[in-house]
């Protein structure tokens, strides 16, 4: 009924229920008298969460129940390779009659050649829910300390303990890591991950997943960048049912520690390149976790914290000696970037000059804009090829007032949308170069004395 009057919302509800009551629906007397077209709908959802065999059968009661029907179309949706061969193919399917000698052992044939993650599984769906819960019946079966991981509480951990650990073994060593199982296969797209985060460690992980511990896949590769506390994850949707998090590397010690983790499927939209997220939001923020590790402030995160109107001559800016250091921002996580901006302080006349670098592992730096020979003041607006990036390190070489460098805010990606990215000569994007200023301040000062 939905479907018929378009009731986009009421059939979004109906599918949700359907999908998580579907062996009791099978069963309901009311099953057989669906349509052929809704029962093929139906049948057809990877999210429609039952024994493969279950299904089967389920169909043949409806085929019984509506003869003079079409079915053959409603047959194509069991999905055959799922099935065991011995019990189900050979003892449930073949005598019934209704799927052919070669759709077996074209079925037997599947599973044989196939690697178990690449079977079309069924999964059960709770979008936008933690699934990794015990009240969800997961639960950790690796890991040390292993009561910290699920139990939710993401405030209360130290030295000593609220987080689940492993041993970061030498390379080729046989490690099972943390792994997370969940009480049925279960269909995700996102996972949140605290690693442990009270001092200025990081950590190299991967993420792999399974449905029966043998044949694993990789979701997350993040051997080669440096990553700290929240993980926010998001990868091609799949059916999972053990999750295996492994630590390659600590900055501090040879322990992998992870406070926290969540799984789920989201329906938020999300954009990936080469595996990293492509994000629209600004992640150099304090709640996407990011900080500053290099420059000087008044205020702990103050290039962070979104406030690009209340700075003076003594706060509200983040600051290197020109010639010694510079500031540097680190992300929580890797993210494919291709924009930053910056708000130079502005409160006189001064201009200054600079050079940006971006890294994912501190040690080899690429520069994406060099205004070493510009006078630049107030808002800056840097364009360049996409790539990944967890470490931004802006280096101030000239100050027209005096020797130190001073930054306000910064962001990345870039906050300004709908500008005209600069064009060079040939016609093509110049992303060395900033567009016109997108804002002003002009702020009334009344200090006379230099800054």
Same mark, same amino acid.
């Given at each position: 009924?939905?479907?018929?009057?378009?009731?986009?919302?009421?059939?979004?509800?109906?599918?949700?229920?359907?999908?998580?009551?579907?062996?009791?629906?099978?069963?309901?007397?009311?099953?057989?008298?669906?349509?052929?077209?809704?029962?093929?709908?139906?049948?057809?959802?990877?999210?429609?969460?039952?024994?493969?065999?279950?299904?089967?059968?389920?169909?043949?009661?409806?085929?019984?129940?509506?003869?003079?029907?079409?079915?053959?179309?409603?047959?194509?949706?069991?999905?055959?390779?799922?099935?065991?061969?011995?019990?189900?193919?050979?003892?449930?399917?073949?005598?019934?009659?209704?799927?052919?000698?070669?759709?077996?052992?074209?079925?037997?044939?599947?599973?044989?050649?196939?690697?178990?993650?690449?079977?079309?599984?069924?999964?059960?769906?709770?979008?936008?829910?933690?699934?990794?819960?015990?009240?969800?019946?997961?639960?950790?079966?690796?890991?040390?300390?292993?009561?910290?991981?699920?139990?939710?509480?993401?405030?209360?951990?130290?030295?000593?303990?609220?987080?689940?650990?492993?041993?970061?073994?030498?390379?080729?060593?046989?490690?099972?890591? #943390? %792994?997370? /199982?969940?009480?049925?296969? &279960? *269909?995700?797209?996102?996972?949140?991950?605290?690693?442990?985060?009270?001092?200025? =460690?990081?950590?190299?992980?991967?993420?792999?997943?399974?449905?029966?511990?043998?044949?694993?896949?990789?979701?997350?590769?993040?051997?080669?960048?440096?990553?700290?506390?929240?993980?926010?994850?998001?990868?091609?949707?799949?059916?999972?049912?053990?999750?295996?998090?492994?630590?390659?590397?600590?900055?501090?010690?040879?322990?992998?520690?992870?406070?926290?983790?969540?799984?789920?499927?989201?329906?938020?939209?999300?954009?990936?390149?080469?595996?990293? #997220? %492509?994000? /629209?939001?600004?992640?150099? &923020? *304090?709640?996407?976790?990011?900080?500053?590790?290099?420059?000087?402030?008044?205020? =702990?995160?103050?290039?962070?914290?979104?406030?690009?109107?209340?700075?003076?001559?003594?706060?509200?800016?983040?600051?290197?000696?020109?010639?010694?250091?510079?500031?540097?921002?680190?992300?929580?996580?890797?993210?494919?970037?291709?924009?930053?901006?910056?708000?130079?302080?502005?409160?006189?006349?001064?201009?200054?000059?600079?050079?940006?670098?971006?890294?994912?592992?501190?040690?080899?730096?690429?520069?994406?804009?060099?205004?070493?020979?510009?006078?630049?003041?107030?808002?800056?607006?840097?364009?360049?090829?996409?790539?990944?990036?967890?470490?931004?390190?802006?280096?101030?070489?000239?100050?027209?007032?005096?020797?130190?460098?001073?930054?306000?805010?910064?962001?990345?990606?870039?906050?300004?949308?709908?500008?005209?990215?600069?064009?060079?000569?040939?016609?093509?994007?110049?992303?060395?170069?900033?567009?016109?200023?997108?804002?002003?301040?002009?702020?009334?000062?009344?200090?006379?004395?230099?800054?």
């Amino acid at each position: 009924m939905a479907n018929l009057f378009q009731l986009a919302s009421l059939a979004t509800v109906c599918c949700s229920y359907i999908d998580r009551h579907a062996s009791e629906i099978m069963r309901h007397e009311s099953f057989l008298t669906l349509s052929a077209s809704a029962l093929k709908e139906m049948i057809s959802r990877s999210s429609f969460f039952a024994n493969e065999v279950d299904i089967f059968q389920a169909v043949c009661q409806w085929i019984l129940h509506n003869p003079g029907i079409d079915h053959d179309d409603i047959l194509t949706e069991i999905r055959l390779p799922l099935m065991r061969i011995d019990a189900e193919l050979l003892l449930v399917v073949r005598p019934t009659g209704l799927v052919s000698p070669d759709a077996i052992l074209d079925a037997i044939q599947v599973q044989m050649r196939s690697k178990n993650s690449e079977l079309n599984h069924r999964g059960y769906l709770i979008p936008e829910e933690n699934i990794a819960q015990p009240r969800h019946g997961a639960q950790v079966i690796h890991g040390e300390m292993s009561s910290a991981l699920l139990d939710g509480d993401v405030h209360n951990y130290d030295m000593e303990h609220g987080f689940t650990r492993h041993s970061i073994e030498e390379k080729g060593a046989n490690n099972p890591g #943390i %792994v997370i /199982k969940l009480s049925k296969p &279960t *269909i995700i797209n996102h996972i949140r991950m605290l690693l442990w985060d009270l001092d200025n =460690r990081c950590y190299m992980y991967l993420i792999e997943v399974s449905n029966d511990q043998k044949d694993w896949v990789r979701l997350i590769d993040h051997r080669r960048y440096f990553c700290r506390s929240w993980q926010k994850l998001y990868f091609p949707t799949r059916v999972v049912t053990y999750i295996r998090i492994l630590g390659v590397h600590n900055t501090v010690n040879r322990v992998f520690h992870a406070v926290s983790f969540e799984c789920m499927y989201t329906n938020k939209p999300f954009r990936l390149e080469d595996g990293l #997220i %492509v994000p /629209k939001e600004n992640v150099a &923020t *304090i709640p996407a976790n990011a900080c500053v590790i290099e420059g000087v402030s008044r205020s =702990r995160n103050a290039l962070l914290n979104g406030d690009t109107q209340n700075y003076d001559w003594d706060s509200g800016y983040t600051c290197h000696q020109l010639g010694s250091g510079a500031i540097v921002v680190q992300l929580a996580q890797p993210y494919m970037i291709d924009s930053l901006r910056l708000l130079l302080w502005d409160c006189d006349d001064r201009s200054y000059s600079y050079y940006i670098e971006v890294s994912t592992d501190q040690y080899k730096w690429e520069t994406v804009v060099d205004k070493t020979k510009e006078a630049c003041k107030s808002w800056q607006t840097i364009y360049f090829r996409r790539r990944p990036v967890t470490f931004i390190r802006i280096v101030g070489t000239h100050n027209t007032a005096n020797e130190v460098f001073h930054c306000v805010h910064f962001e990345c990606p870039s906050q300004v949308h709908g500008e005209t990215r600069p064009q060079s000569a040939n016609g093509e994007t110049d992303r060395s170069q900033q567009p016109p200023s997108s804002e002003s301040l002009n702020l009334s000062l009344s200090h006379s004395n230099e800054k």
